[in-house]
């Protein structure tokens, strides 16, 4: 059995984004695949996550305790950490995604929880944890990217 993180990234409802029929599709097919995976769904929007501030980063760089586990920005790492399979769904905006998806991520790349500096890398999550990543083409989809060029 594995534990699923499934990151919404989108302040669209759910009925209005193409983003979310994708990943709700991909979600119910890879649901009775493997019925014995838990699911965590994680709406970003939902969370409030922000920017990191200066106050964020003393934490961020302090030692870690038990009490870490708890705290408001660092319980988001410890998440991510104890997902074996992610999914994420994020629409394409303005050439990116979503700053709030980038302010996620500053929140789990975190030194001595999901990382580690130095040769003595932490063992999960890597480059090798499954995911998948659902966005949709937008207006944009007319312009010319540089793998096209």
């Not at 993180?5 to 493997?34: C, H, Q």
């Not at 319980?75 to 050439?95: H, R, T």
Request: aromatic content about 12%.
């Amino acid at each position: 059995m594995s534990n699923i993180l499934y990151i919404k990234a989108n302040v669209k409802p759910e009925g209005m984004s193409r983003t979310f029929r994708i990943s709700d599709s991909f979600l119910e097919n890879y649901k009775n695949k493997n019925p014995g995976d838990s699911i965590t769904t994680l709406d970003l929007y939902k969370e409030g996550i922000g920017f990191l501030s200066a106050d964020d980063l003393t934490t961020w760089f302090s030692p870690k305790t038990e009490q870490s586990r708890s705290h408001p920005m660092l319980k988001y790492a410890y998440q991510f950490l104890d997902a074996d399979k992610y999914i994420i769904s994020a629409p394409m905006w303005n050439l990116s995604v979503p700053a709030i998806f980038k302010a996620y991520i500053d929140y789990v790349t975190v030194n001595g929880i999901t990382f580690r500096w130095g040769c003595a890398a932490a063992k999960k999550p890597s480059i090798s944890s499954p995911g998948a990543v659902s966005t949709a083409r937008g207006p944009a989809q007319h312009l010319k990217w540089a793998t096209d060029i």
